[in-house]
C-alpha cells in the first residue's frame, strides 16, 4: 500500500468543499489510510507538497482547483526525480481545466480509490517560467500573457458565479475594458518573431477558463507545449472568435497562429499581465517585460 498524502485547499471552489473533504477522508480510513494536511495560505501546498517528498510519501495529492495542482507541482519539483512523489488530483476546484482537458476522471472519489493502488501511473510533462530575472516557477497547464490573463484577473473579482459562467462573463468584462496589444519579440526554438499580440496561451493541457479550449493539439506527453498566438482585432471579431475557441476551432482564422515548441523568449514593449494555471505571476505593478519558459519531458508521475 503506497503512502499518501492528501494537500487539501479548503478555499478552492470559493470554500465550498468542507463537506467534500470529510466525506473523502473517511474513504481513505477505508482504503488504508492518509495523512491529510490543509492549507492555510498562498503557496503553504508548496511548502506542504515538498515536506511530503522529504519524508518519503510516494503519493502526493492535490485536493483543489487548478490553483492547488499549481502549488503543488512547484513543491513536488524541488525533490529529487528519482524519489519524486506521483501526483494525484482530486479535482474540486471551480475550474478543473487540466484534469478535464486530459481526460484524468474529474470523479473525486475515483480519483481517490487509484491514489491507492499500485500501478496507474503516467508521465506527464511540466513546463516552467522564469519572469525577468525571477527563479523558474513551474505549471501543469497553461500558461497566457495579455487578453486571458486579463480575464484571470477579472475572474478574481467575481463572486456570484463559479465554473464557466465565471469566466465567460470575464471574457465579456474583458473585451469590454482591455485592449492592449503589446509589440512583442519572440523567439520560439530559434525562430524570431516581431508581432503585436493581443493574446499568447501557451498550453501542455489543451483548455483554460472553464472551458476554453485554447491549444487544442496539446499533449501532456510528447515533451513539447503548443502555443496559440492571436494577432490585434476588433471587438466585433474578438466576440466571434469566442465560440470557436470554446470548439477549438480558432486556428482557421489567419489573425490567430498556432505551433510547438520546447523553449521561448519573449520581450514586450511594456509591462505585461501573465498568468499561470489560473494565478496571475504578473500584474502591470511588477512591471515584467521579459519571460522565458520551457518543457522538462517526463518530469512528474501522473496517478491516471
Given at each position: 500500500m503506497p503512502k499518501v498524502r492528501v494537500i487539501f485547499n479548503p478555499r478552492a471552489n470559493r470554500g465550498r468543499n468542507a463537506?467534500?473533504?470529510?466525506?473523502?477522508?473517511q474513504l481513505t480510513d477505508q482504503l488504508?489510510?492518509?495523512d491529510w494536511v490543509m492549507t492555510d495560505s498562498p503557496g503553504h501546498a508548496t511548502q506542504l507538497a515538498a515536506e511530503?517528498?522529504?519524508?518519503?510519501?510516494?503519493?502526493?495529492?492535490?485536493?483543489?482547483?487548478?490553483?492547488?495542482?499549481?502549488?503543488?507541482?512547484?513543491?513536488?519539483?524541488q525533490i529529487d526525480a528519482p524519489v519524486r512523489p506521483a501526483l494525484g488530483i482530486l479535482p474540486v476546484g471551480s475550474g478543473n481545466d487540466f484534469v478535464r482537458g486530459i481526460g484524468v476522471t474529474a470523479q473525486a472519489v475515483e480519483a481517490l480509490r487509484l491514489a491507492f493502488q499500485e500501478d496507474h501511473l503516467r508521465a506527464i510533462d511540466i513546463a516552467y517560467t522564469r519572469l525577468g530575472t525571477k527563479p523558474r516557477r513551474y505549471w501543469v497547464n497553461a500558461l497566457g500573457i495579455g487578453f486571458d490573463a486579463a480575464v484571470t484577473l477579472q475572474s478574481q473579482r467575481i463572486n456570484s458565479l463559479r465554473g464557466f459562467g465565471m469566466y465567460f462573463l470575464a471574457v465579456i468584462r474583458t473585451i469590454i475594458e482591455n485592449y492592449e496589444a503589446p509589440m512583442m519579440y519572440i523567439d520560439i526554438d530559434g525562430m524570431t518573431l516581431t508581432h503585436p499580440v493581443q493574446m499568447l496561451t501557451v498550453g501542455n493541457g489543451t483548455r483554460e477558463g472553464g472551458g476554453f479550449i485554447t491549444t487544442p493539439e496539446s499533449k501532456v506527453d510528447d515533451g513539447w507545449l503548443n502555443y496559440t498566438l492571436f494577432s490585434p482585432v476588433s471587438r466585433p471579431m474578438m466576440i466571434r472568435l469566442i465560440p470557436e475557441v470554446m470548439r477549438g476551432t480558432h486556428g482557421r482564422f489567419h489573425q490567430v497562429r498556432m505551433g510547438t515548441l520546447r523553449s521561448m523568449r519573449l520581450r514586450a514593449d511594456r509591462a505585461l499581465l501573465v498568468h499561470t494555471d489560473g494565478e496571475m505571476v504578473a500584474t502591470y505593478a511588477d512591471n515584467v517585460c521579459d519571460l522565458e519558459l520551457g518543457v522538462v519531458p517526463g518530469a512528474i508521475q501522473l496517478i491516471n
Open positions: 463537506e467534500i473533504a470529510y466525506e473523502l477522508k488504508g489510510g492518509a511530503a517528498g522529504q519524508l518519503g510519501y510516494e503519493r502526493v495529492v492535490a485536493m483543489g482547483g487548478d490553483g492547488t495542482v499549481h502549488e503543488v507541482v512547484n513543491g513536488l519539483m
